[in-house]
């Protein structure tokens, strides 16, 4: 069964960077396309950032776009976000997935910016 283990959240102080990780049991990791997405208490689950499967092309929401990396280790089998200039409205649990027959989510991993 593909699986996804997101890990590397925390606390962190506005302005402040993290990265995050994100593990996968997935056949052929290279070939798939994979986003990160967040969802906050009380909002729905939103897209966040999308990587090819070489990693060639990216994609990133608009409040994210300049402040977050998504990038790929495919010998590893793991995509990471690189958050930096965090707002305390990026505070939410973070999930990966493919973007393509998305897999059961995972646990997630819980990102809180405060002071």
Do not use: H
Not at 71 to 96: F, I
Request: proline content about 4%; some cysteine; hydrophobic content about 30%.
């Amino acid at each position: 069964q593909v699986q996804f283990v997101e890990s590397g959240g925390g606390l962190v102080q506005p302005g402040g960077s993290l990265r995050l990780s994100c593990a996968g049991s997935v056949f052929s990791f290279s070939a798939v396309v994979m986003n990160w997405y967040r969802q906050a208490p009380g909002k729905e689950r939103e897209f966040v950032a999308s990587i090819s499967g070489a990693g060639g092309y990216t994609n990133y929401a608009t409040s994210v776009k300049d402040r977050f990396t998504i990038s790929r280790d495919n010998g590893k089998r793991t995509v990471y976000l690189q958050m930096s200039s965090l707002k305390p409205e990026d505070s939410a649990v973070y999930y990966c997935n493919r973007a393509n027959s998305p897999a059961p989510w995972g646990q997630g991993t819980q990102v809180t910016v405060s002071s």
